[in-house]
């Protein structure tokens, strides 16, 4: 039987609350029946479709499936309208249509029960039109709803600079422990049942556990998870950097950063005790001690090493002496996926070999072009002086201040972020001179061949592996 794969996206969590998944879901159906299609959801939640960021999720994925003939290219694509697909500019909208319909698919609209396919559009050029139009009004509907959004955020922004409460709900989302639930000129609050929840966690986290501890403790003691939902160990891992803890919110509005402090009521105490949280996580990184030796983990921790069943991250572990990659999901019983593991060494040859080919094909498109590296440079090097600036007034404003422990912190900070950027800098020198010089790209290669040893796949203390590990 043909399948159709009804594409049902929503952007927002109070259409997530509402009746669209639904509404969409029971009308792919009652579609997918009458047409005699097999239907297939691709579910798409909380990913607007304005400038085309869909196009990086499932629907990306759906498409190099067929492109890949995972799945038959005389599928049928469902979505409720056309602007499910896209709400970007008309042009990029319309490439992303002709390519469906290039691959062979048949588009379904819901709305209208209308079909689109290659011999359609040749047929009847009336239906290019239509789909042109529709496009252009959901990136209209898009572009009007995103600058009514933004002015009114920007607005929000000026009056918690002035001290005034505030709860900016139309970007971004707050974090669980936080009730915002109020209008957008009262402050958010904390959150009566999660607060001393996120409260344990920190305490644990402060203890030394990890989390994976930390979730089989809350899974125990609060079984009905995160607000329905199992608790993530995603979630977890992310909170301990998450500067909300003490009270500060970045907002990007169209690639201007604004951030607002104290805009959180704060979960740590101070900022000692955040930054300890950091102190507590890198204890806890790749590199993990067995028998008196680090063993040095080439994958784990990167978010690039997916398991084919549920799409979770997979980590390392030792079992008799032997590295095996196994996946995270699994291991807690999540996803409905089981606890499969399969040898390190398979996987990392194998990425070994990608690393290779991709970086040889890079280098043989790029050839030896150094103009991003250039202006990358010349970025830095002004940042450099940004911070000399910075740092001068901040030791004029420690020399006069009656209290310099905060003068001293932000000193410190910049100080690092200097560091950072001064070794950044001359790693791109070093970069430039190589791609300046003759035969950098035999060298590279030679280089990366030498450091690619069976020796280092089957000894978990090479250092090597940490030079590895940097590459990829």
Not at 6 to 26: F, H, L, N
Not at 308 to 335: D, P
């Amino acid at each position: 039987m043909p399948q159709l794969y009804s594409y049902i996206r929503w952007s927002t969590d109070r259409q997530d609350k509402g009746t669209t998944r639904t509404r969409q879901v029971a009308a792919a159906k009652a579609y997918a029946e009458e047409a005699g299609l097999e239907m297939v959801e691709i579910i798409e939640p909380g990913v607007s479709a304005f400038r085309g960021k869909n196009r990086a999720g499932k629907l990306g994925d759906f498409i190099d499936a067929v492109k890949n003939a995972a799945i038959p290219s005389d599928s049928w694509l469902y979505c409720e309208n056309l602007d499910r697909l896209s709400r970007d500019q008309v042009d990029e909208a319309l490439r992303l249509f002709l390519e469906l319909i290039g691959l062979g698919l048949t588009i379904v609209t819901g709305m209208d029960r209308k079909v689109y396919n290659r011999d359609t559009i040749r047929q009847n050029p009336t239906d290019l039109m239509i789909s042109i139009l529709m496009f252009i009004r959901g990136n209209e509907e898009s572009e009007t709803k995103s600058n009514r959004t933004v002015g009114n955020v920007v607005a929000l922004v000026e009056r918690h600079k002035e001290g005034l409460p505030v709860n900016i709900k139309s970007v971004g989302r707050h974090p669980f422990w936080i009730d915002d639930t109020g209008s957008q000129y009262e402050a958010v609050k904390k959150h009566p049942f999660y607060w001393n929840i996120a409260r344990e966690i920190i305490d644990m986290f402060l203890s030394g556990n990890g989390v994976y501890s930390v979730k089989k403790y809350l899974d125990e003691k609060y079984p009905n998870g995160l607000k329905g939902r199992e608790w993530d160990y995603q979630v977890l891992k992310k909170m301990r950097d998450n500067r909300a803890l003490i009270g500060e919110r970045t907002i990007n509005l169209r690639g201007v950063p604004y951030k607002l402090e104290n805009y959180y009521p704060w979960l740590c105490k101070d900022e000692a005790e955040f930054f300890l949280l950091e102190k507590r996580k890198q204890q806890n990184n790749y590199k993990s001690k067995k028998d008196g030796a680090d063993t040095i983990k080439l994958l784990s921790g990167l978010s690039i090493l997916r398991c084919s069943k549920c799409g979770g991250t997979m980590h390392s572990f030792m079992n008799h002496g032997k590295a095996r990659y196994i996946c995270t999901n699994g291991v807690h019983l999540q996803k409905n996926c089981s606890g499969w593991s399969i040898t390190a060494q398979l996987v990392e040859h194998c990425t070994m070999i990608a690393l290779l080919i991709g970086y040889m094909d890079k280098s043989r498109k790029n050839g030896s072009d150094t103009t991003l590296i250039e202006e990358e440079l010349n970025e830095k090097e002004k940042l450099i002086k940004s911070l000399d600036s910075k740092i001068s007034n901040l030791v004029t404003a420690i020399a006069i201040a009656p209290d310099v422990n905060s003068l001293a912190h932000s000193l410190n900070e910049i100080n690092s972020k200097r560091k950072e950027l001064v070794l950044s800098v001359e790693k791109l020198k070093e970069r430039l001179v190589s791609l300046q010089g003759k035969g950098s790209f035999e060298v590279d290669i030679m280089e990366f061949l030498i450091l690619i040893q069976w020796a280092v796949f089957t000894n978990m203390e090479d250092n090597d592996r940490d030079k590895i590990r940097k590459i990829i």
